[in-house]
């Protein structure tokens, strides 16, 4: 029997996150198909460390990261680099996950080509190019070009059914997160926190565009606020690099005590300093969907989601970055055990750990109940 040649094209750690677990269930069926990783190298370092946890080695490393790089620039080096590597290899299928300049490049160079593109997380909106930007943009563009969608719930697959795409290509799997999430938690230990033993804290992040400037100052301000008055409730910020939200956390949050800044997490060190946290601050797309694995309540920092499911189920709620919404919610959850107990008891809307299987079923030709009509 030929066996079908899929390539796993992946370009960031998020992307690596979602991805790997496919990797893994896609080589526990060595007759249907000889499995590729290629990696295009968007993001360098971050990208090689989380592949590593997953014990997984690219095949074939396209190496476009540049210092100062743009969009412009992720795009025509994917662009190019993919078209060459279609054009020599003729896959039957290239999957690659979410909504990067990376999967959105690749799935043009698969339009191109004439090869067939598998969309994982297909199907999540904002409705506004903009918002955020460019996610939106490049996983609408994705969504027009894929042969199989394989959407993370039924509320973005029917998104994709409104959009006209053919309901036949649309399958409802569950997030590959859930089951990355479940891999590195039973494989690996807590490492050390700076935070004291037995003491409760929120785990804050904070590096999204759209919130730099004003928003991103008025979030610092309101946990200055929140921690003066709770001494007892620290919080724990692993700061992103970008200068953007380095300059005002340190002017701001500087010299609090209860205000922990270190330095970005590593994906487990992360999902460890997740699975202990009282609650979760953040602005991370990734947050809303891990949190509800693991029990935790979110107040997301944005005014809309692509995720609408976690606020919809209840687990997550939309803060944005506005003072007087962030503090009440904050201190609701603090003083409130009924809310608290409500948001972190949720069923978790985006899966059962399952999804990588299914996805894997699909392109075996053996996962038909898991089309959408199903």
């Not at 007759?31 to 074939?60: C, N």
């Not at 100062?68 to 290239?94: F, S, W």
């Not at 990067?100 to 997380?121: D, N, R």
């Not at 070009?145 to 959407?151: P, R």
Request: hydrophobic fraction near 40%.
């Amino acid at each position: 029997m030929t066996r079908k040649k899929i390539v796993c094209v992946i370009g960031t750690r998020p992307e690596a996150v979602k991805v790997a677990p496919v990797i893994l269930e896609l080589r526990r069926y060595p007759e249907p198909f000889d499995v590729h990783v290629l990696v295009t190298a968007q993001h360098r370092q971050m990208l090689d460390q989380m592949l590593a946890v997953f014990g997984i080695q690219p095949d074939t490393d396209l190496d476009i990261m540049r210092p100062n790089q743009t969009l412009r620039d992720v795009t025509c080096r994917v662009l190019h680099g993919m078209d060459e590597y279609i054009a020599a290899q003729k896959p039957d299928v290239v999957l690659a996950q979410g909504d990067t300049t990376t999967v959105m490049a690749t799935s043009v160079a698969c339009f191109y080509g004439h090869a067939a593109f598998g969309h994982i997380e297909a199907g999540l909106r904002t409705g506004d190019c903009w918002a955020p930007y460019p996610e939106e943009f490049n996983r609408r563009v994705a969504g027009l070009v894929a042969k199989y969608h394989f959407a993370p719930t039924r509320g973005s697959a029917m998104n994709l059914l409104r959009e006209g795409m053919n309901p036949d290509a649309i399958y409802v799997t569950g997030n590959t997160v859930v089951d990355a999430l479940r891999y590195v938690l039973g494989r690996t230990t807590p490492p050390p926190k700076p935070v004291p033993a037995g003491a409760p804290y929120i785990l804050m992040t904070c590096h999204r565009r759209e919130i730099f400037g004003h928003g991103v100052r008025e979030v610092f301000q309101t946990v200055r606020d929140f921690a003066a008055r709770h001494p007892d409730m620290f919080i724990w910020y692993p700061v992103h690099p970008n200068p953007n939200v380095q300059v005002p956390a340190r002017e701001i949050l500087g010299g609090m005590s209860n205000v922990l800044l270190t330095g970005p997490l590593d994906y487990v060190e992360f999902l460890h300093a997740m699975n202990g946290a009282y609650l979760l601050l953040s602005d991370s797309g990734g947050v809303q969907e891990e949190a509800p694995a693991l029990k935790k309540p979110v107040l997301v920092l944005r005014d809309v989601t692509e995720r609408p499911e976690g606020v919809e189920a209840g687990t997550c709620l939309l803060v944005g970055p506005h003072r007087e919404r962030i503090e009440s919610a904050l201190e609701r959850l603090l003083a409130d055990r009924t809310l608290y107990e409500r948001m972190a008891s949720t069923p978790n809307p985006y899966g059962d750990g399952n999804a990588s299987r299914r996805i894997a079923e699909i392109l075996s030709g053996n996962g038909s109940e898991w089309l959408l009509r199903a």
